[in-house]
């Protein structure tokens, strides 16, 4: 069964760096995601994508943070400048464009982003 | 403004009891609900929607617009159901992101 993948499945840099978080979304599947959980918190909506630009996007995700579809399979979210507080697990998801299972996003396993 | 609630953050029960983990919304159009599950060291994965109106494992969750509540029931709990639930709902805006509860924590006792 074709799942979400995630690449790194963590990540650790310095306050201040910039860094790419990398996923590959389900082959025919045309709307994307990033959510982040932070430690003990809930999981929180970050941005949705579709058709080459922004659906939708959090009061979280703010200048620092952007999202481009490179090359037609990978989906990246990028931080430019990592904050202490950035520290959290970032789940990438994407969904079906149509019928029931458009319903479903499928999530990836994750990349533990840690900023010191 | 969306929200999903999710009272108990552990639920502790022995194998064979019934469980009820429960989950109320706020959200002021019409709403589509939701249970991730998240087994140790695995992704979150779709339990059921309210739509569908289907019983995944034994899990059943009727959506009761007049309490705005999508609890999730299960009539005899297995060991194998320990995991973290997470409750969810997806209004009506463009990208249909999902809006989470906290999660419950399910441990079930032999």
């Known amino acids: 069964e074709p799942e979400v993948t995630q690449t790194p499945s963590h990540q650790v840099t310095q306050m201040g760096q910039e860094v790419i978080l990398r996923c590959v979304p389900i082959?025919?599947?045309?709307?994307f995601y990033w959510y982040r959980q932070i430690l003990g918190q809930k999981v929180e909506f970050l941005v949705s994508f579709y058709n080459n630009e922004i659906s939708e996007k959090s009061e979280i995700f703010d200048d620092q943070f952007s999202v481009e579809r490179p090359d037609g399979s990978n989906f990246t979210l990028k931080i430019r400048s990592t904050k202490l507080e950035d520290s959290a697990m970032y789940f990438c998801?994407?969904?079906?464009?149509?019928?029931?299972?458009?319903?479903?996003?499928?999530f990836g396993p994750g990349t533990r982003l840690t900023v010191t | 403004a969306q929200r999903v609630t999710q009272p108990e953050k552990l639920l502790s029960v022995f194998k064979g009891a019934p469980v009820e983990l429960k989950c109320n919304y706020s959200?002021?159009?019409?709403?589509?609900l939701f249970w991730y599950v998240q087994y140790s060291r695995q992704r979150l994965q779709l339990l059921l929607r309210h739509i569908s109106r289907e019983s995944i494992k034994g899990f059943t969750a009727d959506l009761n617009k007049g309490e705005t509540s999508f609890h999730l029931k299960k009539p005899f709990a297995q060991e194998e159901d320990s995991a973290m639930y997470y409750c969810?709902?997806?209004?009506?805006?463009?990208?249909?992101?999902?809006?989470f509860g906290g999660g419950t924590r399910l441990m079930v006792k032999p």
């Open positions: 969810a709902l997806s209004g009506d805006n463009a990208g249909n992101m999902l809006t």
């Open positions: 959200y002021s159009g019409s709403p589509e």
């Open positions: 998801a994407s969904r079906a464009s149509g019928g029931l299972s458009s319903y479903e996003q499928y």
């Open positions: 082959s025919n599947h045309l709307y």
